[in-house]
RNA sequence: UGCCCCAUGGUGUAAUGGUAGCACAUCAGAUUUUGGUUCUGCUUGACUGGGUUCGAGUCCCGGUGGGGCAACCA
C-alpha cells in the first residue's frame, strides 16, 4: 500500500501548512489517528453565505486532503441556534460543489454531538475541572482582567462538584433564564492567556436550534465544541485562520483532557494561516447581511457581492477562483490582496473560452451611404480566436449600423486612432469605411455618423488587407437586438473599507451598479443568451461571452425570453 | 504596559545555511481585422542593530513596525 506521501508527485510547491501535514505523516502520527490518513474538515457556521474568502479555506481544506490522499468534512459549526438558519446550509453546500469539492458521506453538524459534548462536561464537572458559575456577563467581564491584569476568581469557583452538576442539568431543562448560569472550566484567572480564564463552556440560550429544536438549553461555546468536534471526528488537522491562533493552547488544553478520558494518545492539530482581505471589498458577514437586509444590493448573490453566489453571478467560473486562490497562496503574514488579481484570472480564464460576440453599449447610429439600401450581407465571425475549433457564426451587416459613441470622436486627439472626420476605420469582419460627416440635435449632439464604404475590403477579401489604423465592433440597427446591461464596478470607494472610521455605507460605490436599459446585441448572441432561460445557476453551458472591445459579460439570471440581461464581469484589459 | 503571531520589489508569494526567483501591477517595444490575446525587454526588494558560521533572506538575541487576544459570537 502507498503511503499518503508517495501521492505528491513533488515534496516542492507545498505550503508551509501541507508541510507541517507532510511532516506528520513522516512522522507517524496520521497512522495513529482514527481514520489513519490525513482528515480535514471545513466547518462553516450557517449564519450567512460564503464568501471568496471561505473559498481561501474551502480549498486548503479539501485541497490538502486530496494532495495528501485523505478525507476533507463538511461540518456546520452549528452551536449558536440564535444567529442560525437553514437557508444558509443549503446555499453553503451548492457552493462548495460549485468549487468542485465533495465530502461524500460526510456531512456533520456539531449539533450532532451535542449529546456526546454534554457527557464531556459532566465528566469534566465530576474530575472538578469545570463549574456552574451564577455571575451574570457584566460581572464576569468585570473579573476577567484585562490582559494586562490578572482576574480574580469567582465565587462560585469551588462550590462542590454535586451542586455544579445538578445546576448544570437544570440550566438545560429550561428552569434558569438566560444569562443566569454558565458552565466553566476552572483553569486560570491569571494567565496571560485571556482564553485560560476560566473560559465559558455552556451558557443558556432560549431559542429553537435549527436542527435540534428545543431539546437543549444550554449550548457550547465554540471553544468547547470545534476541538471536540475534530476530535470525534478523527481530524488529523483542524486548518483555520490566524485569529484563532490565540485559542490554540486552549484547544489543546480540551484535546488532552478529551484525550485521558477516552485513554488516546490521538489528538487533533490546529494549524492557522492568514485570511483573505481584498482591496475594495469587506469580507464582514454581519455587514454583507446588513447590505442585503438594507437592500443596498439585489441579495446574497448581488454581483457586487464578494459572496462566492455573487461572484458566480458576475461572470467568475470556478476555474478563476481556484487560480485566484492558487497565486495568493498560505501564509502567516496578514496582509491585503489587490482585487486586480482577482480580475487577472477571471480574464485569463475567459479570453480562453469565452464567445467573441458583438455589443454595443452606449449606441450611436451610422449610415453607410454607399451601401444599397435594403441589401444585408451576413458577415462570418469567429467564435473564439483562441480556440478555433469553437467555429463560427454569421452576423447580419446592413447600411444603417450601431457603433460604440465613444469610437467617434470629431475632433480626434493625439493618440485616438479610432473613427473621426475624413478618416478610415475598418469595422471588424466587414468592411473599411471612411466618414464622410455627422448629423446633430439642436443640443449639438451627435444624432448620425455619415460614412461610405470601401466594397473591395469586405473582410476574407485581398482588398482588406489593407493597414487602417483601428478596427471597431458594431451591429446592424435593424437586425440588433436590445438587451439590458448592467455594468459592475467595486461596490466600495476606498480600498479597506473595514479600516475606515466612518460607517461602511458611507463608503458604497454609488457606481457600482449602472443599468443600461438599450444596449444592441447581434441576434445571434442573443439567441445564445436565450437558451439560458430557465438554466441551473450552476450551469455554465452558454453564458459567458465576451463583447469585442469591451470587456466579458454573462448572463444574468434574470433573463427571460423577451428581456435579456447581461452581467458586465469585468472590462477588458486596457493599455490605452 | 501582559501574552501570541508576523516582517522578501508597488502588491502577493518562492527558497528549507550556498547565484534572491515567480506572478500581478507599471513602463517600453514587436505582433494583431479586439487599444484584447501573444511575445520581448526595462525598472524596482531582504524593517533595523548585533551574534553564530567559510558562508545568513534563512539560525540566535535586542530593537522597530504591523496584526491578534479582555462576546454568555464563530
Redesign the pocket.
Known sequence: MATALENIEE??????IE?AIAADIEAGKVKNSPTQVVHTRF???P?GYLHIGHAKAICMDFGAARKFGGKCNLRF?D??P??EDTEYVDAIQEDIHWLGFDWEDRKYY?SDYFQQLWDLAEEMIKRGLAYV?E???E???AQ?????TPGQESPYRNRPVEESLDLFRRMNKGEFA?????LRAKIDMAN????FRDP?MY???DHPHHRTGTKWHA?????F??GQSDFFEGITHSICT???????PLYNYFAKVLADIKGTTYVPRQI?F?RLNMTYTMMSKRKLLACVKEGLVRGWDDPRMPTLCGLRRRGYTSDSIHSFID????????????I??L??AV??DL?KHAL?VMGVVDPVKLTITNYPEGKVEMMEMEN???EPEAGTHKMPFSRELYIEREDFQEVAEK????LTIDKEV?????YIIKCTGVVKDENGTITEILCTYDPD?????PG??R??K????WVSRKEAVPVEVRLYDNLFTVEDPS?DERDFRELLNPQSEVVLPCAYLEPWAAEQARKRVGASHISTENRYY?F???GYFCVDYDTTEDHIVFNRTVL?????
Open positions: 515534496k516542492k510547491g507545498l505550503n508551509f508541510e466547518p462553516p457556521e449564519n459549526d452551536t449558536n440564535s444567529k456539531a458559575d455571575l451574570s456577563a460581572e464576569i467581564a476577567k482582567g484585562t490582559p494586562t438566560e444569562g443566569t448560569k454558565t496571560p492567556n485571556m482564553h465559558i451558557r443558556i440560550i449550548y457550547p461555546m465554540y471553544d465544541a470545534h490566524l485569529e484563532f491562533e490565540v485559542h490554540r492557522e492568514n497565486t495568493i497562496g498560505y501564509t502567516k503574514y496578514d496582509g491585503m490582496i489587490s486586480k488579481l480580475e487577472h480574464r485569463e479570453n467573441r473564439n480566436p483562441e493618440k485616438f486612432f479610432r475598418r469595422l471588424k469582419s466587414a475590403s469586405k473582410s476574407g477579401m482588406a488587407d493597414k487602417v483601428g478596427t471597431l465592433h479600516a465576451q469585442q472591445r469591451i477588458l484589459r486596457d493599455s490605452k
